[in-house]
């Protein structure tokens, strides 16, 4: 039974959410308050947290950094924003922090139990793709100054910790193990999102230009191949 961390001030809207999660089968622990949702992210290592942005304390964008930076002592948790801020901007801001989707208040009950879904079921779905390739997957990889660990979620550059989402991990993951070869858009958003791809959706590209941002310089090694998809050059 998937263990989910709500956090949420508004009490009853997190008792409704409360519901209807256990309702569809999953276990729920809930917060009211940033260090509150750290102590229990860190005690019980949640298969997946839904973070309200505005709380008491610590905001959620905050929470959000330290989950992220605490990631090498374990998985890198999915992360599902609730936000009222609908301005773009921020949307940006909150997957650049580390979210792995985001869904702006109000919101229907039903959207929200399919955001959950597809997030656990993308772990899964990555899981089962990286058992079939027959890929030795805890072994960590290095490229240049990169080092990926599979076991831990962890990503080191030159020694220093990279804060990224799942998402991003699991694309790096991907193009790691085989460098030089080129990866589809319908390939990635399959192996990571779970999702077929449809003409015009952006998901793949707008997760590498975060993840070659996240990367300085070493980001030019992931190559577009135009009208195809991207690939990491041989180091």
């Given at each position: 039974m998937p263990m989910i961390l709500l956090v949420e001030d508004e009490r009853e809207l997190a008792r409704v959410i409360s519901r209807e999660l256990e309702a569809e089968g999953y276990r729920v622990i809930r917060a009211a308050a940033g260090q509150e949702?750290?102590?229990?992210?860190?005690?019980?290592?949640?298969?997946?947290?839904?973070?309200?942005?505005m709380l008491p304390g610590l905001d959620g964008l905050e929470v959000l950094r330290r989950i992220r930076q605490a990631a090498h002592e374990g998985a890198a948790v999915p992360v599902l924003m609730l936000t009222a801020r609908s301005e773009e901007m921020d949307r940006v801001v909150g997957l650049e922090v580390g979210a792995d989707d985001y869904l702006t208040k109000p919101f229907s009950m039903r959207e929200l139990i399919a955001r959950v879904r597809a997030l656990l079921r993308r772990i899964a779905h990555v899981q089962q793709i990286l058992k079939e390739?027959?890929?030795?997957?805890?072994?960590?990889?290095?490229?240049?100054?990169?080092?990926?660990?599979?076991?831990?979620?962890r990503a080191t550059l030159d020694g220093t910790s990279l804060e990224l989402t799942r998402t991003e991990f699991e694309l790096l993951h991907f193009l790691l193990r085989y460098p030089g070869r080129v990866f589809s858009r319908a390939y990635l958003l399959d192996a990571v999102w779970g999702e077929y791809y449809v003409a015009g959706d952006r998901s793949v590209d707008n997760a590498i230009l975060?993840?070659?941002?996240?990367?300085?310089?070493?980001?030019?090694?992931i190559e577009t191949v135009w009208g195809v998809g991207y690939r990491l050059l041989p180091e």
């Amino acid at each position: 039974m998937p263990m989910i961390l709500l956090v949420e001030d508004e009490r009853e809207l997190a008792r409704v959410i409360s519901r209807e999660l256990e309702a569809e089968g999953y276990r729920v622990i809930r917060a009211a308050a940033g260090q509150e949702a750290l102590d229990l992210h860190a005690r019980h290592q949640p298969d997946l947290v839904i973070l309200d942005w505005m709380l008491p304390g610590l905001d959620g964008l905050e929470v959000l950094r330290r989950i992220r930076q605490a990631a090498h002592e374990g998985a890198a948790v999915p992360v599902l924003m609730l936000t009222a801020r609908s301005e773009e901007m921020d949307r940006v801001v909150g997957l650049e922090v580390g979210a792995d989707d985001y869904l702006t208040k109000p919101f229907s009950m039903r959207e929200l139990i399919a955001r959950v879904r597809a997030l656990l079921r993308r772990i899964a779905h990555v899981q089962q793709i990286l058992k079939e390739d027959h890929l030795p997957g805890q072994a960590a990889l290095h490229y240049a100054g990169l080092i990926l660990e599979p076991e831990t979620y962890r990503a080191t550059l030159d020694g220093t910790s990279l804060e990224l989402t799942r998402t991003e991990f699991e694309l790096l993951h991907f193009l790691l193990r085989y460098p030089g070869r080129v990866f589809s858009r319908a390939y990635l958003l399959d192996a990571v999102w779970g999702e077929y791809y449809v003409a015009g959706d952006r998901s793949v590209d707008n997760a590498i230009l975060r993840l070659r941002k996240k990367l300085g310089d070493l980001g030019e090694a992931i190559e577009t191949v135009w009208g195809v998809g991207y690939r990491l050059l041989p180091e």
